[in-house]
């Protein structure tokens, strides 16, 4: 809602920091919008996300039986149902806790919608629970983050996406997982990620406020708002370090930054303006 966008950043960082300490479930924060969106539970949104990621990725077994993987789906496995209806014959989807909705009526919405979109996904009448789907569809649902990615066999995966998830992992953590999906996606395969270089806060620099000490504290890290604060040009050093070739598609630009440069950190407040402009971008890893 409108009136959200006048509570002050720092109100929000310590209403998130004081709910992340309160022992209330992920599930009810989430239906709450404290933490996560869950616009994905939407079946005319998910696949809208799926589609643009999909639609113009180009990999060498697109129209055979590809395998397919998103990385941090948040509270619906929906892509393991739509990846199947596309013709993937397995898929994954990978996040770092148990979020995604056991309610077996959103996945068969879901399919309802994919029929009506013209697909061919497969009947869920008998299931009835997430189990159920992701057996059906021939699915992984894993919920251990890297430790997740690192039981997948190398270069058995096609198609991997992310929507903005990657600014969100931790800063510690980015490396490692890079190499992870570098190892598991197959060389004439594919990664899609929409990433976005803005706090959560607000959709400005907030998060560049701050010391690197304070910021990458497990307090901090930990309460929901949590960005890595890569900048787009070390995004691209980072992938290219991990082995991709990466091939960005869409920038976002701020015209003038939404944080005064005088307020950040040194270690930002030092970069040039076009970096710090980026606001976000669409990548392709090959």
């Not at 009810?28 to 799926?50: D, H, Q």
Request: with cysteine; net charge neutral.
């Amino acid at each position: 809602m409108a009136h959200h966008q006048h509570v002050p950043w720092q109100l929000k960082i310590a209403a998130k920091v004081i709910l992340s300490r309160v022992p209330v479930s992920q599930r009810l924060l989430s239906k709450a919008g404290v933490f996560r969106t869950n616009a994905m539970e939407n079946p005319r949104y998910a696949i809208g996300v799926f589609r643009r990621h999909f639609q113009h990725a180009v990999f060498a077994r697109k129209d055979k039986s590809f395998v397919a993987l998103e990385l941090g789906p948040g509270t619906s496995a929906a892509s393991v149902v739509i990846s199947h209806a596309l013709g993937a014959s397995e898929s994954y989807a990978v996040d770092v806790t148990h979020f995604a909705l056991n309610d077996i009526e959103h996945y068969q919405m879901l399919e309802s919608y994919l029929r009506q979109e013209g697909l061919n996904p497969p009947s869920l009448m008998e299931c009835s629970n997430l189990n159920d789907v992701m057996r059906t569809c021939n699915g992984h649902y894993l919920s251990d983050g890297l430790a997740s990615l690192k039981t997948i066999p190398t270069a058995s995966v096609d198609f991997i996406f992310s929507h903005t998830v990657l600014q969100h992992i931790r800063r510690k953590d980015f490396m490692p997982l890079l190499s992870e999906l570098r190892r598991i996606q197959r060389p004439d395969g594919v990664g899609s990620h929409t990433v976005s270089i803005s706090d959560i806060l607000g959709g400005n620099l907030n998060d560049l406020r701050f010391t690197e000490k304070t910021w990458e504290s497990d307090l901090m890290a930990n309460s929901g708002f949590y960005t890595n604060r890569i900048r787009y040009n070390e995004y691209l050093k980072d992938f290219r370090d991990a082995g991709f070739v990466p091939q960005v598609y869409r920038t976002a630009h701020w015209d003038t930054l939404p944080t005064p440069r005088n307020k950040m950190a040194p270690q930002f407040a030092a970069l040039p303006e076009s970096d710090l402009q980026i606001s976000g971008f669409d990548v392709y890893l090959h």
